[in-house]
């Protein structure tokens, strides 16, 4: 089956997964609202990330940084100056584009529907010049140059500057990582490919800190780890990529891309970075506070490196939900990892207009509702049988459990295999070791 980006956007507005920002009045261009079943699924990924890379190490501590902060650390990041993309303008109806999205002018220009203008004929580019992906706000009553500030591009930033505070307060010693999860902000030029690349999203960030001359070896063993944990979500059609030389940003030794195959191609849902010691040197420079580190063992004085896998959570959930997409003879049926799906079971009773079922069924619905370690439980009554086995299929839940009159003669009840359809009786006692 070929995967259409068209119909998972369909499942996902259909099932509420994820609506388009402000839709009432019309939309807002690279926005998106994530509806009850999508806010689970992210919950779920970032949960995983975060056991993964900060609950089952002891080498990782958390942080929750502002998102907006004093803007001279923009401006010792180098991203007030440089965090920029190409973009081109029509001079005939103005619209904005970026301008390595532009397809190649060839011998087909005249036929490709993208430059066509709504003015009339083929647009007429200017130039290409350089425009800043950082939005500019205000803090304070007045609206001038002393009170600008700017919503973070990334959350590295909030890492970096806490530094010296985690050294302070924690009982970390090199290596050691700092990891967030929070929203950033791009003021993009154009947005595409759904919520791939958008003006506001989540990243997954840790800066692990190493002595110089001992990143090589963390590189790559972070580049491994990155790779077995998505392989651990059941993550396939990943691949790793390492970026050219002469493609690396200017503070990086080496950066290796996770990419996934999307419908529009392979792209990078993960980027491993040697960020070198570029950023705590560069923010001790700017802020004149001492940034460095002092091993207490040998006494020993450096500027650690960093290494850093930085992953975007919409991009991954995107692939995800591309990923899990299967069409059936007779049923769509979203095959997402356990741990990753929004409901981890749904209690039917087998009709709703049987009061002892509809008992029986709230019963064992209550039994695994409280359940917290499980997850969320759905209960469903609606319409027949089938039709709310493949409204689950859909969504993604693992497995259904249904109530019927043998349950009310023997206290077993059926349980259905999302993968499989297979159903099998078990009793009523057994469904949370089953379910675990």
């Known amino acids: 089956?070929?995967?259409?980006?068209?119909?998972?956007?369909?499942?996902?507005?259909?099932?509420?997964?994820?609506?388009?920002?402000?839709?009432?009045?019309?939309?807002?261009?690279?926005?998106?609202?994530?509806?009850?079943?999508?806010?689970?699924?992210?919950?779920?990924?970032?949960?995983?990330?975060?056991?993964?890379?900060?609950?089952?190490?002891?080498?990782?501590?958390?942080?929750?940084?502002?998102?907006?902060?004093?803007?001279?650390?923009?401006e010792a990041s180098g991203h007030v100056t440089g965090f920029s993309d190409p973009m081109v303008e029509c001079k005939k109806c103005h619209q904005r584009f970026r301008a390595d999205f532009i397809p190649a002018g060839s011998g087909d220009f005249m036929n490709d529907s993208f430059f066509d203008c709504d003015k009339g004929g083929k647009h007429e580019f200017t130039e290409a010049k350089q425009f800043n992906l950082m939005f500019k706000t205000f803090v304070g009553p007045v609206e001038d140059s002393a009170s600008v500030a700017y919503l973070r591009p990334e959350t590295a930033g909030g890492i970096f500057v806490n530094f010296k505070n985690v050294l302070d307060t924690m009982r970390v010693k090199v290596p050691f990582g700092i990891a967030q999860i929070g929203k950033a902000f791009r003021n993009e030029v154009n947005p595409k490919d759904y919520i791939f690349r958008t003006r506001e999203f989540e990243q997954m960030e840790m800066e692990f800190f190493v002595k110089p001359g001992e990143d090589d070896q963390w590189f790559k063993k972070w580049v491994?780890?990155?790779?077995?944990?998505?392989?651990?979500?059941?993550l396939k059609n990943i691949r790793k990529f390492e970026q050219p030389k002469e493609e690396l940003a200017h503070y990086s030794k080496g950066t290796t891309d996770i990419e996934y195959e999307f419908p529009f191609g392979w792209k990078e849902?993960?980027?491993?970075?040697?960020?070198?010691?570029?950023?705590?040197?560069?923010?001790?420079?700017?802020?004149?506070?001492?940034?460095?580190?002092?091993?207490?063992d040998s006494g020993e004085k450096f500027t650690p490196f960093v290494i850093e896998p930085s992953a975007g959570v919409d991009r991954i959930m995107l692939a995800i939900l591309c990923d899990a997409y299967n069409e059936e003879e007779d049923r769509v049926v979203l095959k997402l990892h356990p741990k990753l799906a929004p409901y981890k079971a749904a209690v039917f009773p087998l009709l709703k207009n049987k009061p002892e079922l509809v008992s029986k069924a709230r019963e064992v619905y209550s039994l695994l509702a409280k359940n917290y370690s499980l997850g969320p439980i759905a209960w469903d009554d609606r319409g027949n049988i089938g039709k709310r086995y493949y409204s689950q299929d859909e969504i993604?839940?693992?497995?259904?459990?249904?109530?019927?009159?043998?349950?009310?003669?023997?206290?077993?009840?059926?349980?259905?295999?999302?993968?499989?359809?297979?159903?099998?009786?078990?009793?009523?006692?057994?469904?949370?070791?089953?379910?675990?």
Not at 43 to 58: E, G, H, L, S
Not at 224 to 234: F, L, P, Q
């Open 269 to 296: 849902i993960e980027g491993i970075a040697n960020r070198t010691d570029f950023d705590l040197k560069a923010h001790s420079n700017g802020s004149g506070q001492e940034l460095s580190y002092t091993d207490p």
């Open 224 to 234: 491994d780890d990155r790779v077995a944990w998505y392989e651990s979500i059941g």
């Open 396 to 436: 993604g839940t693992p497995c259904c459990i249904t109530i019927d009159f043998q349950t009310l003669e023997d206290g077993t009840v059926t349980v259905r295999d999302r993968d499989t359809t297979k159903q099998k009786r078990v009793k009523t006692e057994e469904l949370n070791d089953i379910l675990k």
């Open 1 to 74: 089956m070929t995967k259409s980006l068209e119909k998972v956007v369909s499942l996902c507005k259909r099932r509420g997964f994820i609506f388009p920002g402000s839709e009432i009045y019309g939309g807002i261009g690279g926005f998106y609202d994530f509806g009850p079943l999508g806010a689970e699924l992210k919950f779920n990924i970032k949960q995983a990330w975060w056991k993964d890379i900060v609950q089952m190490r002891d080498d990782v501590v958390g942080l929750n940084a502002a998102i907006i902060m004093n803007p001279k650390i923009w």
